[in-house]
């Protein structure tokens, strides 16, 4: 886990998870103000528009109908009272909504400043027992209407919103209406559509940044392969604008390797050509002389030098990159090399063990177990070779 934080693909994760739980929880903060906000509004605008309405109505009315009008529309959220009614126990809420509510009834009315309906917010015991009835007995009017109870369970009330003001010819007219409101904001109602839609974002993002690190993990490989291969085939130039790039770029130093690598195989191959001539001179014109212990040591340095010669001529015959590689048995090819010195009258002695096969090159293998070899026996006189499978590995001695 804690590699996979530490790539690019990781920390673009974390990063996106992070902002989709910060913008969620501000943007739910800010809706949740905003909602309870406007539901309160929206249910004061509906009960002040019910108020305005029973006013206009009662008082187009004759007088001898306005009570039983008034009976007819009294019911269990609205009561219509005509006339001076008792006083009740209650408790006054907040003045800031009850003053909105009378602000709109007065607005819809058209009343004057000297004729303003009062309206007052207050709660009291009887509101609870009705909304008991409201929810509980099936005989009352709203169950008459079809109201389920499913819908009433969310149904809850506020308070009651009682409004009084004189008609045109003096009789004093109240409106009592209970204020409904609906369940406020909830984080608990949106946290499982909060989590699905959260999930499913970071679903879509974990597929598309496999999609778009794809290319750079390619570039990864490739800069690896690169320290064994410098002839592989470049890659292809995907992805974003950054990743195409960085990719072309790659893909022009491996050219540049290569160039400079063939330059300096051509140049090796040149020098060591032309020195070819002037050593084989040297050579017969060393014939002419008479000492012979200066021409034994000069045609011993000759011949060092046609070996080093012969050296570079071999490395840049040699296409080390393009030789492919191949399942081979080491044991032969280091019996091979010792048989080859044995011959030659030198101290080699190989031990026995179990077959060893491997996947290698097997000219570069054999080229430098020689170079060891020879080397083993110029300054050590002999050479005893073992060759031991450790299980993760092979060791030549």
């Known amino acids: 886990m804690r590699r996979y934080l530490d790539t690019l693909r990781g920390r673009a994760f974390v990063l996106i998870l992070g902002l989709l739980v910060v913008s969620n929880a501000a943007a739910l903060w800010l809706y949740g103000g905003r909602h309870d906000d406007a539901m309160d509004a929206l249910h004061d605008v509906m009960v002040a528009e019910q108020a305005a309405v029973v006013f206009q109505l009662i008082d187009r009315l004759p007088q001898e109908q306005r009570q039983a009008v008034a009976g007819a529309l009294s019911g269990t959220l609205l009561q219509v009272l005509i006339g001076d009614t008792p006083g009740r126990s209650a408790v006054r809420l907040t003045a800031t909504r009850s003053d909105r509510i009378g602000e709109i009834i007065n607005a819809l009315l058209g009343r004057t400043q000297h004729d303003r309906i009062r309206v007052a917010l207050t709660t009291d015991l009887d509101v609870h027992a009705s909304m008991k009835r409201l929810t509980r007995s099936p005989e009352d009017a709203l169950s008459k ?165 012969s050296g570079a001529l071999d490395f840049t015959r040699l296409d080390f990159q393009h030789e492919k590689t191949q399942k081979v048995d080491l044991l032969s090819i280091v019996e091979s090399i010792s048989e080859d010195l044995i011959d030659l009258g030198e101290s080699v002695a190989m031990q026995t063990s179990p077959p060893v096969t491997l996947v290698t090159k097997p000219v570069l293998l054999r080229r430098a177990l020689t170079n060891l070899i020879k080397n083993a026996v110029a300054y050590g006189q002999a050479a005893d070779i073992t060759v031991k499978d450790t299980g993760g590995h092979v060791e030549i001695a």
């Not at 045109?168 to 007219?173: A, S």
């Not at 109602?189 to 290319?215: E, H, K, M, N, V």
């Not at 750079?216 to 392969?225: F, G, K, T």
């Not at 292809?236 to 195989?265: C, Y």
């Open 145 to 309: 209407a079809s109201l389920s109870q499913a819908a009433l369970a969310n149904v809850r009330l506020q308070g009651r919103v009682e409004a009084s003001a004189a008609l045109t010819d003096g009789t004093k007219l109240t409106v009592v209406s209970r204020l409904l409101s609906v369940p406020h904001f909830s984080w608990a109602q949106l946290l499982p559509s909060l989590i699905a839609l959260t999930l499913s974002a970071l679903a879509i993002a974990f597929i598309l940044l496999g999609r778009l690190t794809a290319p750079l993990q390619l570039l990864q490989n490739a800069a690896h392969r690169l320290s064994t291969n410098i002839n592989a085939p470049p890659l292809a130039e995907s992805g974003p604008f950054e990743v195409r790039s960085a990719t072309g770029a790659f893909n022009s130093l491996q050219a540049r390797i290569k160039e400079l690598i063939a330059d300096r195989t051509a140049t090796a191959a040149a020098i060591a050509h032309d020195l070819g001539t002037p050593v084989t001179r040297m050579r017969l014109r060393a014939f002419d002389i008479t000492d012979t212990e200066v021409r034994e040591k000069l045609f011993s340095a000759l011949d060092q030098l046609q070996r080093m010669i």
